[in-house]
Nanobody, 116 residues
């Protein structure tokens, strides 16, 4: 399984970014793609997920501002981030969680910096 994130960068407060997570090699039908983020000195927190049925869930800190979608034909999950705040600054990681094995695959992360 390979996970590759892209789309991070520097954006001003109130701006938007779209992160992409390309995944390949997942042969199980039951899995979820999850976005985490980790700020310096902080733990890695789950902020959004989408499963194969299209069910989504969000952390309260991003609800209403971030949207997770999946293009199953392209094996790509997107995280649209709007109304960004300085506290959204973190490394964002994409994760594939395989329910049958309770196993996680991680990408290398992409930096998002929200600053004026």
């Amino acid at each position: 399984v390979q996970i590759v994130e892209s789309g991070g960068g520097l954006v001003q407060p109130g701006g938007s970014l779209r992160l992409s997570c390309e995944h390949s090699g997942i042969t199980f039908s039951s899995y979820a793609i999850r976005w985490y983020r980790q700020a310096p000195g902080q733990q890695r927190d789950l902020i959004a997920l989408i499963d194969r049925t299209g069910h989504t869930n969000y952390a309260e800190s991003v609800k209403g501002r971030f949207t997770i979608t999946s293009d199953n034909a392209e094996n790509t999950v997107y995280l649209q981030m709007n109304s960004l705040k300085p506290e959204d600054t973190a490394v964002y990681y994409c994760n594939a969680h395989i329910y049958f094995f309770n196993h996680d695959y991680w990408g290398q992360g992409t930096q998002v910096t929200v600053s004026s």
